[in-house]
Antibody, heavy 122, light 110 residues
Framework: QVQLVQPGPEVKKPGASVKVSCKASGYTFNNYGVSWVRQAPGQGLEWMGWINAYNGNTIYAQKFQGRLTTTTDTSMLTVYMELRNLRSDDTAVYYC???????????????WGQGTTVTVSS | QSALTQPRSVSGSPGQSVTISCTGTSSDVGGYNYVSWYQQYPGKAPKLMIYDVTKRPSGVPDRFSGSKSGNTASLTISGLQSEDEADYYCCSYAGSYAWVFGGGTKLTVL
């Protein structure tokens, strides 16, 4: 079945970086984009950025520009999200979600990973 | 990009209907017919319930419906059931491959 699989929790110190993977299966990887969405404890969903899995083009929310990088490894059917210079308020669950107009004209996030909890603490 | 505005909470009794609003601007909700709605249970990943303003993915009950007027989109849940109690988020395409979410609405089934 169509799914996105993310790794288990991460604990990082302030100032460090975290790289979260998102492995796709069950669909043609290059036909869709992938968004990264985070949710701080007790808070709502926040869109962070998007990558076109076909050509690797990226768009980042202004808030994360300069600290966020998303990449793909098409041979591994995996998308990566790296957030640098972590702060305590980056503590959140980070989700990857399939969607975005690539080969398929999709503008909703129809498949979600299970989320990766990233805790930033000294 | 500012978050879309949703009521913090709504409630209804079993069998009733509730509507959750989602207000944006002409740059997002009003500018595109690409509003989607997500249901989220505590500790779980969001689930797509409505896309392209009014469309339901396969498997989503027809009790869930979406609409839009101007810069405001709405999610209506009719025939409320206890399992509908969850958080609901709207999301709109904002152009240039960017999206924006609403702040979320907690639905309580009384």
């Amino acid at each position: 079945q169509v799914q996105l699989v993310q790794p288990g929790p991460e604990v990082k110190k302030p100032g460090a970086s975290v790289k979260v993977s998102c492995k796709a299966s069950g669909y043609t990887f290059n036909n869709y984009g992938v968004s990264w969405v985070r949710q701080a404890p007790g808070q709502g969903l926040e869109w962070m950025g998007w990558i076109n899995a076909y050509n690797g083009n990226t768009i980042y929310a202004q808030k994360f520009q300069g600290r966020l990088t998303t990449t793909t490894d098409t041979s591994m059917l995996t998308v990566y999200m790296e957030l640098r210079n972590l702060r305590s308020d980056d503590t959140a669950v980070y989700y990857c979600a399939r969607g975005g107009p690539v080969v398929i004209p999709s503008y909703a996030m129809d498949v979600w990973g299970q989320g990766t909890t990233v805790t930033v603490s000294s | 990009q500012s978050a879309l505005t949703q009521p913090r909470s709504v409630s209804g009794s079993p069998g009733q209907s509730v509507t959750i609003s989602c207000t944006g601007t002409s740059s997002d909700v009003g500018g595109y017919n690409y509003v989607s709605w997500y249901q989220q249970y505590p500790g779980k990943a969001p689930k797509l319930m409505i896309y392209d303003v009014t469309k339901r993915p396969s498997g989503v009950p027809d009790r869930f419906s979406g609409s839009k007027s101007g810069n405001t989109a709405s999610l209506t849940i009719s025939g409320l059931q206890s399992e509908d109690e969850a958080d609901y988020y709207c999301c709109s395409y904002a152009g240039s491959y960017a999206w924006v979410f609403g702040g979320g609405t907690k639905l309580t089934v009384l």
